[in-house]
């Protein structure tokens, strides 16, 4: 094992910084046709007529579609239902003349040009009739009900059941806090904006270039509405300019860019704008009633979550967010429910660490609060509730190297050198504030099936569906499968991004590395034997009474472990093969059966330092440090990227993004990068990462659990606990803006 | 088809003439007539810096700049960039999906020729026209300073 582990560089590096790789957009194939699309601008009724004439007498303009003339397409809901599809009916772009949420698309211009297909948007006229509406949770929080269950919901399983008896322990508690927590409404905003560059090949054939997640899941989604064969649609994505979720699910262009490429029967390119890019799914507003309750001694005696959420009318988007303090931390009696209000606005889809984030927040807040109530140290309170098993199931972790994580953490940001005083620590004009949070998210792993062979020059190519949104997962793949062998990582080859390609779920929850990666570890060690079967077919073959377990890998050779100058070249046994590349496709799988005895947790700990200037109380967070557990590191170069990044995403919850939904209107008021807020350079200072060893056995071939999520949960709340710190003031609703502390 | 220009542009270093309508974007015009992909769009709005391209050596945001207002200048793009920048990048870890790198990558080198910052915090906030949504902010200022410290386009 050589590669594994080591910091290794983007193999794709070189594409990055040269402008050569290239994304769904950059696809300038001969004869393109350039679509626009056209959203209403109501939040719900209907659309009586739309007047297309002088958009089509723009020369340039080829066609417009409307729900009018769209062809006839699959009517069965089911046909649109995506993998990461909720329950409910799936949205259906130009179904019908129904607007059920602001920006939804109504309909699409295709042109000789963009700016042309863009200036006729300009000329469609539509008059519509508008409906009453219902936009804000918090005034519909009466018709909050449970979600709807379905296939997603296998994932998304409703809170646990009450524990002993909540209002008791909690009545009877000497020390309680319960409190109430909101966020805004968040988009992802991935910097590249949806596009998809369809070619059409003729004979029912289609190669598509798709901005998404999960080049499998866009395929599906196309043949199903379009009728067309599976095998017809291919379906690359071998650049995504980011995702964070927003490409788990196909979006509308994907639908548009194929319907008018088929009914025109030419390539046609449909890019999205950036304002439309806040109308395909959010991160939803949520409201959370929390109420913890603590012996003299800090044993917390009851813990109650209740969280309310929004969904759209025709989907029950669901998260996880109740459950997770008693993932934490013991105690004999719970409460927990989660609710959805279904409201006018589109379904909301999993953004970064969905669900958890939301709920660390409240959590690691409220622990905060009771810790200054009980007049203990918030680290203290942590190691005094710390969980060696499962509180919330009873079952041993697979691993769990939190208390390294706080303790490591701790020790590298100098925590002890705090004054828990609110207000007390100073540094010229500025408050200073500590503040520290827990993070836990689960460890996700998806069936995933790898191809994997040995060609003529002695050269692994190894092949899975998967695409690499930023992730680092080509690097990560390429060294996983090179240690296999004990190939450097020129002599391999990863091929990803493609449909064609074998099986691959979607590219979320912090899942490729353990699902791909152990896929590889096992189709390489069928590989293998096939090898050393082939070996043994050439004559004289040293290895003729060799077993799997005497021979090792390493630089082309199979060799006797106890006997190293006996080994038969991998070129030689794929010549044997009449030079035809031995290969093998095999199934990785989560292990089901053993894992159902215990829980799979990644965890964090992460201690923040802000700076809050004493007269214009502006926020700084000068420093931060995150202590991660996560099993195994495969590259701790790109790992850590993704944990420093997934940090700027906390920092940007606690205190910058938000969308926001002017009541009246139905419609979100920001929809664009300059008053969409996200962290600029200047405002990320010092971001330390610490993975702590993390030895797992039970989880997976690999020991791995995944880094795309976890660096940002306990963020939030070590943030607005740093902030109390400074300025003795809680603010529990997220972004935390400056004039809250004025 | 009417309100056609023709115009000349240098574009890393190769000629090209295009007959273009006047609201054509310096951006569209080398994506979509050039097909110079390298550099992306990522709002079109001046907001968030992925099409920073070099006019004439200075950093400017192509989406907002029309073709037809750089008739006979120079533009550089990242497809004609050599640049020590792209090394410290890959070093680093300065981007992960990669999308606002050519931008980064532009604009950094139009910044740095600018003269105007002289810490890390000055390049930090010259820099800040810069979004990246994968958060690789720590590191590309890294990246960049380590150029600049070893003096090449001071
Ligand atoms: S695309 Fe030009 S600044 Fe964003
Ligand atoms: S690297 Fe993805 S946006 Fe910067």
Not at chain 1, 243 to 266: D, I, W
Not at chain 1, 547 to 564: A, I, P, S, W
Not at chain 1, 695 to 716: M, R, T, W
Not at chain 2, 50 to 64: D, H
Request: with cysteine; hydrophobic share 40%.
């Amino acid at each position: 094992m050589t590669q594994i582990g080591k910091a290794i560089s983007r193999l794709e590096g070189w594409q990055k910084v040269t402008g050569s790789a290239k994304y769904a957009g950059d696809y300038n194939v001969p004869d393109l046709l350039y679509g626009y699309v056209v959203n209403s601008t109501i939040t719900k009724g209907h659309i009586i007529s739309i007047d297309t004439s002088d958009a089509l007498a723009l020369p340039g303009v080829i066609k417009v579609f409307t729900h009018q003339n769209r062809p006839g397409l699959a009517w069965f809901d089911i046909m649109y239902t995506d993998m990461d599809a909720p329950p409910g009916t799936v949205f259906k772009p130009l179904h019908d003349n129904e607007i059920k949420y602001n920006g939804q698309p109504v309909a699409l211009i295709v042109a000789e040009r963009f700016e042309i297909a863009r200036e006729a948007s300009a000329l469609i006229k539509i008059k519509y009739e508008e409906m009453h509406f219902e936009t804000r949770l918090d005034r519909n929080i009466e018709k909050g009900r449970n979600a709807k269950k379905g296939l997603a919901t296998a994932l998304k399983p409703p809170p646990p059941k009450p524990k002993g008896d909540f209002s008791l322990a909690y009545d009877e508690s000497p020390f309680k806090v319960a409190t109430e927590y909101r966020h805004s409404t968040e988009h992802h905003n991935p910097m590249e904006l949806f596009a998809t560059t369809t070619v059409y090949e003729g004979d029912g054939k289609l190669t598509i270039y798709d901005k998404t997640q999960g080049t499998i899941n866009s395929q599906i989604y196309v043949a199903n509405i379009f009728g067309l064969h599976f095998k017809d649609v291919r379906v690359l994505a071998p650049f995504v300019g980011g995702g964070f979720g927003s490409g788990l699910r196909p979006q509308y262009q994907l639908f548009f860019s194929v319907m008018a490429a088929l009914e025109l029967k030419r390539n046609v390119r449909v890019t999205l704008d950036r304002k439309q890019m806040y109308s395909f799914g959010h991160r939803p507003q949520v409201i959370q009633k929390l109420r913890f309750a603590a012996e003299t001694n800090g044993k917390l005696t009851a813990l109650s979550h209740l969280a309310l959420s929004e969904t759209s009318q025709f989907e029950d988007y669901a998260e996880l967010v109740a459950e997770w303090s008693h993932k934490l931390y013991p105690a004999n009696n719970t409460l927990f429910s989660y609710k959805l209000v279904p409201l006018d606005l589109y379904t909301p889809i999993d953004m970064r660490a969905p669900g958890g984030s939301t709920a660390l927040h409240a959590i690691e807040c409220t622990m905060d609060e009771l810790a200054y109530q009980l007049k203990m140290d918030p680290l203290e309170l942590r190691l005094k509730n710390y969980a060696e098993i499962d509180p919330s199931t009873d079952k041993p972790f697979t691993s769990k190297a939190l208390k390294d994580c706080y303790l490591k953490a701790a020790e590298k940001f100098g925590w002890n050198e705090r004054n828990p005083e609110p207000g007390s620590m100073t540094h010229g004009n500025k408050l200073i504030g500590y503040g520290m949070a827990t993070g836990i998210w689960d460890a996700y792993q998806f069936p995933a099936r790898v191809e994997i062979g040995v060609n003529a020059e002695g050269k692994l190519l190894v092949n899975n569906a998967t695409t690499d949104i930023g992730t680092g997962t080509l690097t990560v793949m390429t060294q996983i499968a090179a240690d296999q062998f004990g190939l450097s990582l020129d002599e391999v080859t990863f091929g990803y991004g493609d449909s064609k390609k074998p099986f691959s779920m979607f590219q979320g929850g912090s899942a490729m590395t353990a699902s791909t990666g152990s896929a590889i570890v096992i189709a390489a060690n069928v590989l293998k034997k096939k090898l050393l079967d082939k070996a043994k077919e050439i004559t004289n073959s040293p290895l003729k009474d060799a077993e799997l377990k005497d021979v090792m890998f390493t630089h082309g050779r199979m060799y006797l472990k106890n006997q190293v100058e006996v080994y038969v070249m991998l070129t030689d046994i794929v010549q044997a093969n009449k030079g035809k590349t031995i290969k093998t496709t095999n199934l990785g799988a989560p292990h089901m059966f053993d894992l159902r005895k215990y829980s799979k947790m990644t965890h964090s700990a992460a201690f923040v330092e802000v700076e809050i200037d004493k007269d214009l109380k502006t926020i700084t967070v000068t420093r931060a440090v995150t202590a991660v557990a996560a099993g195994k590191i495969i590259n701790p170069k790109t790992a850590t990227s993704q944990i420093t990044g997934s940090m700027v995403w906390g920092i940007s919850k606690a205190l910058y993004e938000e969308t926001i939904l002017d009541e009246n209107l139905g419609k979100y008021m920001n929809m664009n990068l300059g008053e969409y807020h996200i962290p600029v350079h200047a405002d990320i200072k010092q971001l330390e990462v610490i993975f702590v060893e993390e030895k797992d056995e039970l989880i997976n071939e690999l020991g791995v659990k995944g880094v795309g999520e976890i660096g940002l949960v306990a963020i939030p709340a070590a943030i607005a606990n740093a902030i109390f710190h400074a300025t003795g003031k809680r603010i529990n609703n997220l972004p935390i803006h400056f004039d809250e502390l004025l | 088809m009417e309100n056609f220009r023709q115009i000349n542009l240098l574009v890393n270093k190769q000629p090209y003439t295009l007959a273009i309508k006047p609201y054509v974007s310096l951006l569209d015009a080398l994506r979509d007539y050039l097909d110079l992909t390298g550099t992306k769009k990522g709002c079109d709005h001046g907001q968030c810096g992925a099409c920073t391209v070099l006019v004439n050596g200075n950093r400017v945001l192509s989406c907002i700049t029309l073709a037809v207002m750089k008739d006979g200048a120079e533009i550089t793009t990242i497809e004609g960039i050599d640049h020590p920048l792209q090394n410290t990048f890959i070093e680093h870890d300065a981007f992960q999906c990669g999308y606002c790198t050519p931008g980064q990558i532009c604009s950094a080198i139009g910044m740095l020729r600018e003269g105007k910052a002289h810490s890390r915090a000055e390049v930090a906030e010259l820099m800040s026209g810069n979004l990246c949504r994968c958060g690789a902010s720590m590191q590309i200022i890294d990246a960049i300073m380590e150029v600049k410290s070893g003096g090449s386009n001071e």
